[in-house]
């Protein structure tokens, strides 16, 4: 059996323009504003990326740039100032922060009903409640691609690799939400492989190249690779083995092409929705409505705190 390959850039791309559409259908343009403090290589390439997604759609995004030195109290003036700002619909802090701005008070910072980072404490409570808020985008944009690919979750036996609290906990929250026997593994977990082999679903976030090897794996699973590593030679790779995995899961995620072409697309569809609930029902909506398992989540996660391991 060879897996199925999950085509997250095909499946992000139909989602952005879903987006897109109802975008142009607002009698407003959502306001997006992405904050970048110092220039992180990773984080340039992944702002300029947002931000061009977000134009593409016909957001009126901006970027601003601070500079790595930039005081708490300047950024905290800034985010204040985009609270204020009723054009403002969408306020996201690229993470990492340098090590002098303590990122917990930065987040806090942020008006929850403009968080489209869904990292903001009221936003996590409600996802860990069940009630409606903003989701942080890349588990969300797990479960799209868990839905498009016909995936059973209700009753299925999930296991979440990784408990980070920008996507292991909040994607725990969601899956048990959607009814899996949801199961968080993580670095002090006794016999990982054996857990993971349980899995109906695995989700593998751990930031470790190819960690999950063939023996880890449950014949036909869903397998969704949320890592992204450069290996020694510069070349991208999930935390899965990719071609080992292949002959053994029923379907997974490619790395590039799999989960990271969702994730800008749920930022996307969180501003849309954080918009129409600022701006009035008639304004806008979440196209994540159309999903199932979101329908009743909705709430938010996150921090900056480095994978746990
Ligand atoms: N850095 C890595 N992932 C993310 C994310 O989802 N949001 C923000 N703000 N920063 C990040």
């Known amino acids: 059996m060879t897996a199925r390959i999950i085509d997250g850039k095909a499946i992000a791309a139909a989602l952005r323009e879903t987006i897109a559409t109802r975008i142009a259908a607002l009698p407003y343009r959502p306001g997006l504003a992405v904050i970048l403090v110092g220039e992180d290589a990773a984080s340039t390439v992944y702002v300029r990326n947002k931000d061009r997604a977000a134009k593409a ?5 901006s970027t601003i740039r601070l500079p790595a030195e930039t005081s708490p109290a300047s950024l905290l003036a800034t985010i204040q100032s985009l609270n204020d700002d009723p054009d403002i619909d969408g306020i996201l802090v690229q993470l990492p922060l340098p090590p002098h701005i303590a990122t917990d008070v930065i987040i806090r910072a942020i008006d929850p009903a403009k968080d489209v980072d869904g990292f903001h404490p009221d936003n996590v409570a409600a996802l ?7 989701v942080p985008c890349t588990p969300s944009g797990v479960m799209h691609l868990l839905h498009a690919a016909g995936t059973n979750i209700s009753g299925a036996r999930a296991v979440v690799l990784g408990r980070s609290n920008i996507v292991g906990r909040p994607m725990a929250a969601l899956l048990l939400a959607a009814d899996a026997t949801t199961t968080i ?3 002090r977990t006794a016999n990982l492989p054996d857990e993971c082999r349980r899995a109906d679903i695995l989700i593998a976030a751990v930031g470790r190249a190819n960690m999950v090897t063939a023996d880890w794996i449950n014949p036909g699973a869903t397998i969704i690779d949320v890592g992204i590593n450069r290996t020694p030679d510069g070349t991208l790779t999930g935390d899965v083995d990719f071609a080992a995995a292949l002959p053994i899961a029923g379907a997974i995620t490619p790395v590039p092409g799999g989960v990271g072409p969702m994730t800008i697309a749920c930022l996307l569809d969180n501003t849309l929705l954080a918009a129409g609930r600022r701006r009035g029902s008639k304004a806008g909506g979440s196209s994540s409505g159309a999903i199932p398992a979101m329908k009743s989540i909705a709430g938010t996660f996150g921090s900056s705190a480095p994978e746990p391991r």
Do not use: D, F, R
């Open 57 to 61: 759609a016909g957001l009126n995004a």
């Open 185 to 187: 593994a993580h670095s």
């Open 128 to 134: 860990a409640l069940g009630a409606p808020s903003l």
